[in-house]
């Protein structure tokens, strides 16, 4: 068998190899052409997106949320500060297990209540699941400890310190000092809106109601950050950088919180409101609306049932009445009348009738309180005696729409501008409003009889304690009108430089000297000898006021009998007064609630204000009235069938 000899092609094997030896170095080249091209893209070009990611990993920052201003009196009294404590939280979607049975176990050995929670439900439900809410607060350093030697069995509950908001004088000027709450949806987005959200990181609390939600931007600061070195697991490592936060600044106000408490005092347990103002700069001195509320309860989150409790209470605490509540100034309107009718000309101060107990317009008759009538009756007589009859003719003979371009510039039926949310319109009815008011036509004429009841303060005059109080402080301020205000200082938290605010008179009103001091001195013989006489028989200081009573609801010829009657239709007891007479430093206006005659109910009450603020004179612990008293049957009304609306000797 012969062997064969095979010939190889050295060339097209070198061929073949050197081709694919290109092939290799051309894709390893190219291969290290993208890697080059990438690294220089992700180093080069986006060098500064991707430090700053690469930093983000390893530095966290930690918002320092500021230490939120306090709030004083005019003399420095604290009515809102804070305080640091312990706090026991709950994130639950870090935890281990399910929440309740968390809570069960945390409680064998911390004392959760069941208001806590239910407050702590409560929370949950407004909250998202990856935040922190509290379910115990002010946890004591024998409850810290406790827990910090079980801490390892609770995976996603932690204790914090934290600022905590106090009221130390509880329910007391509750209304104007307000609170603060925690942070819910609504208020995250109206931050967003207002691009304040990212001052607020690391904030829990904002304020809800009161001045704490009024000057909320004053009071609040700007929050600082920290930055923290963390390792791979999120760990903290060690603090590189921070920003102190600046804490918000204090509110001095124009309040004297004892004159509040002697004026919450003297309500006891009587619901109503009492606004007393500074005439020569719009100060507000006290504002009390009874009952008032502890905001101590809105600071953690309320518990669902003390919610209801205030929410659904008849008496409506949470209810402003200063500022919101809408009253008939009844008689205290008349001084008002009495002046718009010499600024007018439709009166002169000598100007007398004859009353003989009513007014008869058509064929209807509005009664006076007097049967026979107060005999003849001018200007002056007419506040101090309160005859209705005078007021009755005065409203026909000047007219609806002068009344309301006269009280428009007073105040009556507009909004003071208070720093306080919330306030009030109120009514000034005009044949303007009547026509805007009512949808069917015949509803909006304006008959002449509507008139007539506008004069003694009844009718469609529905106004706030805020305006009444404000009208008389400009009349008593011979005509210059300031805008009411509680805020005196805005005080700087680390340099204490107060910028004070109000310094000017919103507006002159032209009334006449004389005219003014013809209302005046009517009103001082009204606390000297007339309706509100007893109040202030003794008074070392002369004072000027004018009472009043305002029906409820409409007896339609029917006689009145408080006694009789259910307490929430019982008349209001209402009085606007001012002291010194000479130069007045205080004017108030004031109702109590379906108490019943001014004179008896508001007038003693303005008298503890005045006893207080001028001399320093506290009243005596004697007993307090009960809530709804009845005025004593000797002064009860008259039975007036023929009547329209009823009115009392005020």
Partial sequence: MSRRTVLRDHHGERYSFQLRLVVVITGVLIGFAILLSRFVYLQVMKHDKYHTLAE??????????????????????????????????????????????????????????????????????????????????RLSDEEVARFAAQAFRFPGVEVKARLFRQYPMGESASHLVGYIGRLNDGDLKRLDADGR???????DHIGKFGLEQSYEQVLHGTTGYEQVETDAGGRAIRALNSTQATPGNNLVLTVDIKLQQVVEQAFGERRGALLAIEPSTGGILAMVSRPGFDPNLFVDGIDPVSWK?????????????????????????????????????????????????????????????????????????????????????????????????????????????????????????????KRRAFKRKEQQRWLAGDTISIGNGQGFNTYTIIQ???????????????????????????????????????????YKPEHIEVIKQAMVATNMQGTSSTAFRGAPYTSGGKTGTAQVYSLKGAKYNASSTREELRDHALFIAFAPADKPRIALAMIVENAGFGAAHAAPIARKAFDYYLLGKLPSQEAKPAAGAVAPTAEAQAPIPEITSHSHAD
């Fill in 197 to 203: 959200l990212p001052n607020y990181k690391g904030t």
């Fill in 56 to 137: 983000s990993n390893r530095i966290s920052l930690v918002p320092i949320p500021p230490s939120r201003g306090i709030i004083t009196d005019r003399n420095g009294v604290v009515l809102a500060h804070n305080y640091s404590a312990y706090t026991l939280e709950i994130t639950q979607s870090k935890l281990g297990e399910k929440l309740d049975a968390t809570i069960d176990r945390l409680a064998e050995f911390i004392d959760i209540t069941a208001k806590d929670r239910r407050r702590f439900k409560k929370l949950l439900d407004e909250s998202k699941d990856f935040e922190s809410l509290p379910i115990k607060t």
């Fill in 468 to 510: 009444m109080a404000q009208s008389t402080a400009t009349l008593v301020n011979n005509g210059v009108q300031y805008r009411p205000h509680l805020v005196q200082y805005i005080e700087d938290s680390v340099s204490r430089e107060r910028r004070a605010l109000e310094t000017v008179p919103a507006k002159q009103l032209p």
């Fill in 309 to 433: 409790e205030l929410n659904d209470a008849t008496s409506r605490p949470l209810n402003n009445r200063a500022i919101q509540g809408l009253y008939p100034p009844g008689s205290t309107f008349k001084p008002f009348m009495a002046l718009a009718a010499l600024e007018t000309g439709k009166r002169r101060p000598s100007d007398a009738i004859s009353d003989p107990g009513y007014f008869i317009m058509g064929n209807n008759r509005w009664r006076d309180d007097a049967v026979h009538g107060h005999g003849m009756v001018d200007m002056h007589k007419s506040i101090v005696v309160s005859c209705n009859t005078y007021y009755y003719r005065l409203a026909n003979d000047m007219g609806i729409d002068a009344i309301s371009n006269f009280m428009g510039p007073l105040g009556f039926g507009s909004r003071t501008g208070v720093d306080l949310p919330g306030e009030k319109e109120g009514i000034l009815p005009s044949q303007a409003w």
